[in-house]
């Protein structure tokens, strides 16, 4: 049995009932085969396999907050400081539901790929909370955060951990627990990314996912010889990603007609009108019935389909396992030219080999959807510098970054005999340097 085969086999072992981490895990090692067999005996002495696929640190402790009734409410919480070879921990705080220690463990894992591919000194965490604050008050939201940081407050700092928003966790979540991590510990510091502006916050990171993913789109059409420009594009999703990515696309003279939500999706063959998307969702905070009532052009259907409409480049930035086989094949059928993930994970293992054996353009999203924690990174280094640069600094940073991603993940699929494999080529850039810091710190 292959090093790759029994490193895989350990992580099921040793982690049962966490599928989404396990598929996190063998996508990347399937991927680095051969740069694993290069140097399969170094990794397997240092066991450097078994230490990159088991977080250095688990964090998981109980949230109790009152509610508007008075009645006292327990939610479980969650950080995972995966790696830290390269810099501090940093990853969103995500608040759903449907969160558990195995999906939290594969976000985690897929951020220290993804921050080692920007190219910052910053490694990779995520955290999380199964609380939701859809349908709460803000006085509820604030109860549940002040209560969350109280605990996280320990195990974070701007040199240690610096979390950011994600699912669930916007401007108003990441206000309250700034303010009570402040009070805590009596330091004003950069320990949290995705602040309000007048207290830290750097312009364009609302828009920075989104945006950093046509900028990677835009930058791999390109080198396959043509561009956004014409280009029917589907979106999923509503949230931050998916709103700035439609906006972003437009200005690059595509037309993109789809989004959803949890509940429906819209069809919009003008063009998705971006201002009313923002009205309804970032300002009603409503479903997307509400932008098929105001505009006559769109059709809202329930449940999903996102996927069965014509187009050219497709971009899913919803949540994990969102696109699947059938999903998959509908759009090849429809001629689908590029695929590339706005979302964590969003496309499952078969429906990403499908795109493959198609030869659909596919990049993942631990590639093309590292604009959020690029510009978060550069949140940071503006906290440090007591710095606040202009929006047009940021978005150029960013647009670097991104493009550098691209060429670097196109490069390193090249060298190791796969060009156009996307996926490994994103895989073993990311690694490769991971795992060179890791062997140059010895055994911790």
Not at 135 to 159: N, P, W, Y
Not at 337 to 354: Q, R
Request: include cysteine; glycine fraction near 10%; aromatic fraction near 10%.
């Amino acid at each position: 049995m292959s090093y790759v085969d029994e490193v895989y086999e350990y992580v099921v072992a040793k982690n049962p009932a966490q599928p989404e981490f396990h598929q996190a895990v063998k996508e990347v090692l399937d991927s680095l085969r051969v740069v694993i067999e290069e140097h399969e005996a170094d990794y397997k002495r240092d066991a450097l396999l078994e230490r990159i696929v088991t977080p250095e640190r688990q964090i998981l402790f109980r949230v109790p907050w009152v509610d508007d009734k008075g009645q006292v409410q327990v939610n479980n919480g969650f950080r995972i400081q995966f790696n830290s070879a390269i810099g501090p921990y940093k990853g969103g705080l995500r608040l759903h539901p449907s969160v558990n220690l195995g999906i939290i463990k594969f976000l985690g894992f897929e951020q220290v790929f993804k921050n080692s591919l920007t190219g910052l000194p910053i490694g990779g965490g995520k955290g999380c909370s199964d609380f939701d604050p859809k349908g709460k008050s803000d006085r509820e939201v604030m109860a549940f955060c002040q209560s969350f940081m109280t605990e996280l407050s320990r195990h974070i700092g701007q040199f240690t951990d610096v979390p950011a928003g994600d699912i669930g966790t916007g401007a108003r979540e990441i206000g309250y627990m700034y303010g009570i991590y402040k009070k805590i510990n009596n330091r004003y510091e950069g320990v949290l990314t995705g602040k309000g502006l007048t207290y830290g916050g750097s312009l364009a990171r609302t828009e920075a996912t989104g945006y950093g993913l046509i900028y990677l789109t835009e930058e791999m059409l390109k080198a396959n010889g043509t561009d956004l420009k014409g280009k029917i594009c589907t979106v999923s999703g509503a949230g931050n990603v998916a709103i700035y990515a439609i906006q972003k696309a437009h200005e690059l003279g595509a037309k993109v007609v789809t989004c959803s939500d949890s509940t429906g999706w819209i069809y919009d063959p003008e063009g998705i009108d971006v201002d009313l998307l923002k009205e309804v969702k970032e300002v009603k905070r409503a479903r997307l019935t509400e932008y098929a009532a105001a505009r006559k052009s769109a059709e809202y259907h329930e449940g999903k389909g996102v996927w069965t409409v014509k187009c050219d480049v497709a971009l899913p930035c919803a949540t994990q396992n969102e696109l699947n086989l059938d999903d998959a094949k509908e759009l090849v059928k429809n001629g689908v030219y590029a695929v590339c993930e706005g979302a964590n994970m969003p496309t499952t293992p078969d429906a990403t080999e499908y795109f493959q054996e198609q030869g659909v353009k596919f990049v993942c999203g631990k590639a093309a959807n590292a604009g959020g924690v690029a510009t978060s990174a550069l949140e940071m280094s503006q906290n440090s510098e007591r710095l606040h640069w202009t929006f047009e600094e940021v978005d150029e940073k960013l647009k670097g970054i991104m493009v550098n991603i691209f060429k670097n993940l196109d490069a390193a699929a090249k060298k190791y005999g796969m060009e156009g494999n996307y996926v490994a080529g994103a895989n073993i850039a990311g690694f490769l340097k991971v795992a060179e810091a890791m062997q140059a710190q010895g055994i911790v």
